[in-house]
T-cell receptor, first 113, second 114 residues
Framework: GAGVSQSPRYKVAKRGQDVALRCDPI?????LFWYQQALGQGPEFLTY????????KSGLPSDRFFAERPEGSVSTLKIQRTQQEDSAVYLC???????????FGPGTRLTVL | GENVEQHPSTLSVQEGDSAVIKCTYS??????FPWYKQELGKRPQLIID?????GEKKDQRIAVTLNKTAKHFSLHITETQPEDSAVYFC?????????????FGKGTKLSVKP
């Protein structure tokens, strides 16, 4: 079956614009994670969903970041009033449930000018 | 919270040599330690993982060792090949818990010279 997909793959935004990043997890995967990967760094946890419930958003860097997964499958990460420091690759990962091997999507590279 | 340290940040070896990457973690509750390989512009891909109930795991040319007492784990790649060149990340999490988000190290850029 298909793996985790993300769209768009690349996004260029002007400072102050709002952006929305989409993640399609593997079908049937209950758990979904968002990570932020700055250039030359390891991925950093942003938020976690179990089905439609956002159980942990402790990694979101500011209240400009918002994530949702209304039907327990597709998830959207929204960043309002983008800043240059938001430039990074945003990775989505899913697993069947709980913990274990996380399958990553290809990421969305966000560049804020 | 958990903190994962990884070293070296860069590693250059000759083809056929072995490569070793080391990580330490801080939270004794962590019990799942995966290693991911990430090629430039690509997604992280799991190459091997280990749980805390074993001390070593091997898969062909790749092995991982875990020392729970010292809170460190290592990746060993033998007979390296140019296609092993990539950035490698270690990570830690709590397997079987209610969540399982990964805490990553900063990565090791491995270059294998032909």
């Amino acid at each position: 079956g298909a793996g985790v997909s993300q769209s768009p793959r690349y996004k260029v935004a002007k400072r102050g614009q709002d952006v929305a990043l989409r993640c399609d997890p593997i079908s049937g995967h209950v758990s979904l994670f968002w990570y932020q990967q700055a250039l030359g760094q390891g991925p950093e946890f942003l938020t976690y969903f179990q089905n439609e419930a956002q159980l942990d958003k402790s990694g979101l860097p500011s209240d400009r970041f918002f994530a949702e997964r209304p039907e327990g499958s597709v998830s959207t990460l929204k960043i309002q009033r983008t800043q240059q420091e938001d430039s990074a690759v945003y990775l989505c990962a899913s697993i069947i449930q709980g913990a274990g091997e996380q399958f990553f999507g290809p990421g969305t590279r966000l560049t804020v000018l | 919270g958990e903190n994962v340290e990884q070293h070296p940040s860069t590693l250059s070896v000759q083809e056929g040599d072995s490569a070793v990457i080391k990580c330490t973690y801080s939270d004794s509750a962590s019990n799942y330690f995966p290693w991911y390989k990430q090629e430039l512009g690509k997604r992280p891909q799991l190459i091997i993982d280990i749980r805390s109930n074993v001390g070593e795991k091997k898969d062909q040319r790749i092995a991982v060792t875990l020392n729970k007492t010292a809170k460190h784990f290592s990746l060993h790649i033998t007979e390296t090949q140019p296609e092993d060149s990539a950035v490698y990340f270690c990570a830690a999490s709590i397997y079987g818990g209610s969540q399982g988000n990964l805490i990553f190290g900063k990565g090791t850029k491995l270059s294998v010279k032909p």
